[in-house]
């Protein structure tokens, strides 16, 4: 299962790369290509309180659209050794867009067959140019259901922006 995951982000990002890109940031277009981003990242998780599920590593793959300079909704989906992970999320970049791109994030994870609830974090984007950037994340989701009382996330991966 994992070589699938991993051929899966592989060919994410090149299929990424062989779209045109844009040089201008915007357009009135809500479905408008230099709007969108996605990536791949390593993933760890570390779970609070003593229950399932269990400190896991995997990757996550993430896809979004920018709404505006400051704002963007994303898609993850993560497979770690022992654990699916589903989420959504509103990124915040209260700093624009320089190299160095700190943001926070409001959403909600679903731990597949053992936890969900609601998650926030913060992580940094260091753009590398303008269509591609290293990204460091770090999410905490509150357990609501069942298992762990929180469950932190840490990821470090690559992003393509058109």
């Given at each position: 299962?994992?070589?699938?995951?991993?051929?899966?982000?592989?060919?994410?990002?090149?299929?990424?790369?062989?779209?045109?890109?844009?040089?201008?940031?915007?357009?009135?277009?809500?479905?408008?290509?230099?709007?969108?981003?996605?990536?791949?990242?390593?993933?760890?998780?570390?779970?609070?309180?003593?229950?399932?599920?269990?400190?896991?590593?995997?990757?996550?793959?993430?896809?979004?659209?920018?709404?505006?300079?400051?704002?963007?909704?994303?898609?993850?989906?993560?497979?770690?050794?022992?654990?699916?992970?589903?989420?959504?999320?509103?990124?915040?970049?209260?700093w624009g867009y320089?190299?160095?791109?700190?943001?926070?994030?409001?959403?909600?994870?679903?731990?597949?067959?053992?936890?969900?609830?609601?998650?926030?974090?913060?992580?940094?984007?260091?753009?590398?140019?303008?269509?591609?950037?290293?990204?460091?994340?770090?999410?905490?989701?509150?357990?609501?259901?069942?298992?762990?009382s929180m469950i932190?996330?840490?990821?470090?991966?690559?992003?393509?922006?058109?």
């Amino acid at each position: 299962m994992k070589p699938t995951f991993a051929v899966l982000a592989i060919s994410a990002l090149v299929a990424s790369a062989a779209f045109p890109s844009t040089p201008e940031y915007g357009g009135a277009d809500f479905f408008a290509l230099d709007r969108w981003f996605c990536g791949a990242a390593g993933s760890l998780a570390l779970p609070q309180g003593g229950a399932e599920p269990r400190r896991a590593g995997g990757g996550a793959v993430r896809a979004g659209y920018y709404l505006n300079e400051f704002w963007a909704l994303e898609a993850e989906g993560s497979l770690l050794e022992n654990q699916q992970v589903l989420g959504g999320d509103v990124l915040w970049h209260w700093w624009g867009y320089e190299r160095l791109d700190p943001f926070f994030t409001f959403g909600a994870r679903c731990w597949i067959g053992a936890d969900s609830g609601p998650s926030g974090g913060l992580g940094t984007f260091y753009h590398l140019d303008d269509h591609w950037s290293l990204r460091f994340d770090v999410h905490s989701t509150l357990g609501v259901e069942s298992g762990a009382s929180m469950i932190y996330q840490f990821s470090f991966g690559v992003q393509r922006s058109w």
